[in-house]
């Protein structure tokens, strides 16, 4: 399976906001990109999902390329809650539809 | 949203005995389910994927023996741990899908202590 890569770890203060980039250079044609966050003991949260150009719900927005080799997920004014791990996951629909976490990226807010 | 529950939300057992991990998707029919392990400030790692009515595909280096997973309806999902070890302590989190959609709906995992 193809990995995702992202940034170990980011930094961010309150009321800033923050992108944060997962590249997927194998993703197929009928893969969605989605997004979750995970606080420590708990399961990963659905986030936001996408497929191509930008979408965007009531906490974040994602913006994907025309290639789709890559997608960012956007945080607006972010707030100390958001420190979490966020991971990308690409389903690769070719592998009977289950996905691989990647190594996350831990997003840490200051005040 | 869909809702994805796990029971017990932690568990304590002794070296050698077995333990039972329910999944359930409470508002929707999960044709695939997926276990995974988490150990601390780790990712999580796929074990395997069950789809209803038919055996689990596990990841290469987990022991199907060991990690009994049964899927026997749309709403369930088991993941028993035999003859445990201290080593097999970690956060057990399920996951479930319905239908077409690419969304995996996640439960809220369980925490397991073998002593």
């Known amino acids: 399976l193809a990995k995702t890569t992202q940034p170990i770890s980011m930094d961010s203060y309150e009321g800033q906001e923050v992108n944060i980039t997962c590249s997927h250079n194998n993703i197929a044609t009928n893969d969605y990109i989605t997004w979750y966050q995970q606080f420590p003991s708990q399961g990963p949260r659905f986030i936001i999902q996408?497929?191509?150009t930008k979408v965007t719900n009531e906490v974040a927005s994602l913006f994907i390329p025309a290639d789709r080799k890559s997608s960012t997920l956007s945080l607006p004014r972010v707030s100390l809650s958001d420190t979490a791990v966020y991971y990308c996951l690409v389903d690769y629909n070719t592998n009977a539809g289950k996905s691989t976490f990647g190594d996350g990226t831990t997003l840490t807010v200051k005040p | 949203g869909a809702v994805v529950s796990q029971h017990p939300s932690w568990v304590i057992c002794k070296s050698g005995t077995s333990v039972k991990i329910e999944c359930r998707s409470l508002d929707f029919q999960a044709t695939t389910m997926f276990w995974y392990r988490q150990f601390p400030k780790q990712s999580l790692m796929l074990m395997a994927t069950?789809?209803?009515?038919?055996?689990?595909?596990?990841e290469q280096g987990v022991e199907k023996d060991k990690f009994l997973i049964n899927h026997a309806s749309l709403t369930l999902s088991t993941l028993t741990v035999t003859s445990a070890h201290p080593e097999d302590s970690s956060f057990y989190i399920c996951?479930?899908?319905?239908?077409?959609?690419?969304?995996?709906?996640f439960g809220p995992g369980t925490r397991l202590t073998v002593t």
């Open positions: 996951s479930a899908r319905g239908g077409t959609s690419a969304e995996q709906y």
């Open positions: 996408g497929y191509k």
């Open positions: 069950s789809n209803e009515g038919s055996k689990a595909t596990y």
